[in-house]
């Protein structure tokens, strides 16, 4: 009886010891529904942008010209919903980690969160200031690749310090921006894609598998 029970037990405890190493190392308090709050975020992002563009463009058919401060409001109405939608996907995905951390009785911001945090901001930082520079000179078309695409890289490269499953969403992102680069000019639909219904997708994968 007892040479039965004992594997049973040291199974349990092999599990839990790796449970344990595996927390030391990894973040696993990203919440799915997180992923689905920034999906949301950006398809409004989209929504917004894809308006504001019609605008531009009605008001040309109907006057027959822009002017150099036309298309400088334009860049500045586009950037401004750009940093409305980062600023309330960030907060409401902070929000929802902060709650399942909070629920595992873990810390928000320890070794490991750090860690994932360094690892997807490199990247990240990195290709803000690639887009920029195109910015700058006026290269709009390859923006929305650009931001796939590095945004995919950051989370490739912080799948070593969270859940494993972030590297797929990361490839997706790469893939989708690669290409968006060979049918310039569908970029917000890109963006919408990528930043919207994958996140949605992968948030409720992730909800469903690891907090359902």
Known sequence: MDAHIQPS???????????IMERSSRFLSLSGLS???????????????NGILKNYYGTYNSGGYFSGDDFSKLKLRLLGVAVVVFVIAFASSYYFTW???????VPMWDHTSRRLAW???????????????????????FVAPASLIFYGLALVNASKYTLSDIRYLGYCEIVLGILNM????????????????????YGVVMWYKYEK
Do not use: E
Not at 36 to 47: D, H, M, W, Y
Not at 99 to 105: E, L, P
């Open 9 to 19: 037990g040291s199974l349990q405890d092999i599990k839990d010891i790796r449970r």
């Open 35 to 49: 992923g689905v709050a920034a999906g949301v975020c950006a398809i409004a992002g989209a929504i917004a942008g």
């Open 99 to 105: 709650r399942k951390a909070k629920k595992q009785g």
């Open 119 to 141: 690892n997807m901001m490199l990247p990240l930082l990195t290709g803000a200031a690639f887009i920029l520079g195109m910015l700058r000179y006026d290269v709009w078309m």
């Open 182 to 201: 060979f049918f310039i000019g569908y970029g917000l639909w890109f963006w919408a894609i990528g930043f919207g219904v994958l996140h949605i997708i």
